[in-house]
Every structure is written in structure tokens, then in C-alpha cells.
């Protein structure tokens, strides 16, 4: 989380804290609708700030996983190229023996 993100938290914390005790002391219509409105925005913020945390993760974790198998895919072709060596030099061997 940025200090951008924390402070908007932090600001939000606070703006319904002081709503909270102005509706305590009052029971104004307009105000309850103000909080009422606050409290949606705050979700609605909220959602929105976790769907994209959801969504950046769910890509660095693609990414995480082409990553590993590309390095897995170059180490099997690594393996393959030295075990290719290993064949034509037992085959050059075998040659020597007629087999």
C-alpha cells in the first residue's frame, strides 16, 4: 500500500468517525443520507482498490509461472543437448567394436 492509499484510508477513517458522532447527536435526515452516501463511497473504493490487488496478483503469478517454464523448458533442452553428446559418443564407440 502507497502513502497515497494509506492517507485516503486514514481520511476516510475520519470522515465516518465524524459522522458517526454528529449522527449520534443528531438525528437530521440529510445527515443520515450524507453517511449513508460516505459509507457507499468507502465500499465502492474499497472493492475497486481490492479488485485491482486482485488483479495485479493474479498476473504476477502468470507471469511467475511462464517465467518457471521457460527455465524449465531451457534446462530439458540443456539436459537433452548433453545427453545427444553422450548417444553419438557411445555410438562412435560402439562402431569401434563393429556393433
Known sequence: MNLAKLQAQAD???ILTVLKEWT?????DKLQELTMSQ???FTYINTL????????K???DFRS?????IIRARNAETE??????KVK??????KIFGI
Open 12 to 14: 476516510q477513517d475520519y
Open 24 to 28: 449520534d447527536k443528531s438525528k437530521d
Open 39 to 41: 459509507i457507499r463511497l
Open 49 to 56: 482498490e481490492l479488485e485491482g490487488y486482485s488483479y495485479n
Open 58 to 60: 493474479i498476473i504476477g
Open 65 to 69: 509461472e511462464c517465467n518457471r517454464a
Open 80 to 85: 537433452r543437448d548433453v545427453l545427444e553428446a
Open 89 to 94: 559418443d557411445l555410438e562412435s564407440k560402439l
